[in-house]
C-alpha cells in the first residue's frame, strides 16, 4: 500500500519561513493536497492539486510537489499557523492516502 | 451556507452497530463525490469510505471492509455509514468530507465521536 512520511513536529520562530516536507514513492507524479488542524477543529484544505491555494487563504500558505517530496512552505509564520498539517493523496491502488501529520510549532 | 453536519455517533459495545449520518447544506450533492474520514483521538487522519455523486462507485479501506457500508440519498441531502461488528479500535471522530474530482477534500463536517467501548 502506498504510504506518505511526513516528520513529527517541527519548530519555527514568529516571521520564518516553516517548511512542512511529505515524502512517497514518485509522489511527484500525484496530485498532493494539505490540511491544516487546529485543537478541537475539523481539518482545512490550505493547498489542492500540488501548489493552488484555496479562495481567502493567506499567500503566505504556498505548496510544491516534484521528485519524492511534496513540501508546504509558509513564509513569515505567524501564531495562529500554529497547528498539525496533513499531507494527502488519491492513490489507484490504496484510494486516499494521509501523511502521518506533522505539528507546527511557533513560538 | 456551504455545510456538513454528522450526527449518530455515540457509546456502543464491542460487536455492535451504529448508523452516522451526514447532512449536506448549501449545495448540490449528487454533483460531489462524498467520502468518511475518522481520526483516532490524539492521532491522524484516515481514510474509510467513498461514494460517488451518482452511488455508483463505493469503496473502503482495508480496515472496515466487510464491516461498515456507505450509502447515500441525494434526494435528503444525507449520507449515512452503517457500522457493524464495532471493533475497540473504530473508537474515533467520524468526519465527512466533499471531495472534488477525486484529488481533494475542500468540505468537512465538524465530526461526530464514536467510542466503542465495553
Known amino acids: 500500500s502506498y504510504e506518505l512520511t511526513q516528520p513529527p513536529s517541527l519548530s519555527v520562530s514568529p516571521g520564518q519561513t516553516a517548511s512542512i516536507t511529505c515524502s512517497g514513492d514518485k509522489l511527484g507524479d500525484k496530485f498532493a493536497s494539505w490540511y491544516q488542524q487546529k485543537p478541537g477543529q475539523s481539518p482545512v484544505l490550505v493547498i489542492y492539486q500540488d501548489t493552488q491555494r484555496p479562495s481567502g487563504l493567506p499567500e503566505r500558505f504556498s505548496g510544491s510537489n516534484s521528485g519524492n517530496t511534496a513540501t508546504l512552505t509558509i513564509s513569515g509564520t505567524q501564531p495562529m499557523d500554529e497547528a498539525d498539517y496533513y499531507c494527502q493523496v488519491w492513490d489507484s491502488n490504496t484510494y486516499v492516502v494521509f501523511g502521518g501529520g506533522t505539528r507546527l510549532t511557533v513560538l | ?118
Open chain 2, 1 to 118: 451556507e456551504v455545510q456538513l453536519l454528522e450526527s449518530g455517533g455515540g457509546l456502543v459495545q464491542p460487536g455492535g452497530s451504529l448508523r452516522l449520518s451526514c447532512t449536506a447544506s448549501g449545495f448540490t450533492p449528487s454533483d460531489y463525490g462524498l467520502n468518511w474520514v475518522r481520526q483516532t483521538p490524539g492521532k491522524g487522519l484516515e481514510w474509510i469510505s467513498y461514494i460517488s455523486g451518482s452511488s455508483s462507485i463505493v469503496d473502503y479501506a482495508d480496515s472496515v471492509k466487510g464491516r461498515f457500508t456507505v450509502s447515500r440519498d441525494n434526494a435528503k441531502n444525507s449520507l449515512f455509514l452503517q457500522m457493524n461488528s464495532l471493533r475497540v479500535d473504530d473508537t474515533a471522530v467520524y468526519y465527512c468530507a466533499r471531495d472534488t474530482d477525486l484529488t481533494y477534500f475542500d468540505l468537512w463536517g465538524q465530526g461526530t465521536l464514536v467510542t466503542v467501548s465495553s
